[in-house]
Structure formats: structure tokens, C-alpha cells
């Protein structure tokens, strides 16, 4: 079994930063990819960033240029730095991992509020 924690969440003004940080642990063999996706309320849970065990990335376009995934792969770490952030990143971040099988495994998800 693999357990994914998150932190980082809060609450934060328009224009701020925030930081997620996701650690993987457990029956971890194989890595393809680690990332972050997020669920607004009423709304489907979407893709926002990932990284391969190769380094590459992808975001979606609504957050390119304001944040960055990043991945330890000694530690099984995955981080989200959140930059000039907005109201509709309001959401529940979850952190993901899937493995070279194609598995995928979901933490509890933290929270994320942009507001004034």
C-alpha cells in the first residue's frame, strides 16, 4: 500500500504564494510520475501539474508561469510552489502518484483558499 500526506494548504490573498508539499510512503517500486491535482467545489478534479521520473513536467495552461512542480526523488517527495495566486485556485489539492504499472494513489488533499 502506498499513503500520500499532504501540507502546505491555508488561506492566502490574491497575488500570494503558497507552498504544497506531498511525501510518498509504503510499497513505492516504481515512480513514472508524481503531481498535484486539484477539485473546486462543483467542479470536476483537474490536472494542475506533474512530473516523470525523467524530469520532464506538464501544467495546465491555467497555471503556467505562476507555478512550479518539483520532485525529490530520494525522498519521494513532490512539491507545488503556488505564485501569484488567484480566487478560482480555490480548491482541495490532492497530491497523486502513479507507479510504471499505471496504479494511481491519492492523498487526503489539502486546502487551498485564495481571498481577501
Known amino acids: 500500500q502506498v499513503q500520500l500526506v499532504e501540507t502546505g494548504g491555508g488561506l492566502v490573498q490574491p497575488g500570494g504564494s503558497l507552498r504544497l508539499s506531498c511525501v510518498a510512503s509504503g510499497s513505492i517500486f516504481s515512480i513514472n510520475a508524481m503531481g498535484w491535482y486539484r477539485q473546486a467545489p462543483g467542479k470536476q478534479r483537474e490536472l494542475v501539474a506533474r512530473?516523470?521520473?525523467?524530469?520532464?513536467?506538464g501544467y495546465a495552461d491555467s497555471v503556467k508561469g505562476r507555478f512550479t512542480v518539483s520532485r525529490d526523488n530520494a525522498k519521494n517527495t513532490v512539491d507545488l510552489q503556488m505564485n501569484s495566486l488567484k480566487p478560482e485556485d480555490t480548491a482541495l489539492y490532492y497530491c497523486y502518484l502513479q507507479n510504471d504499472w499505471g496504479n494511481n494513489y491519492w492523498g487526503q488533499g489539502t486546502q487551498v483558499t485564495v481571498s481577501s
Open positions: 512530473i516523470f521520473s525523467t524530469g520532464s513536467t
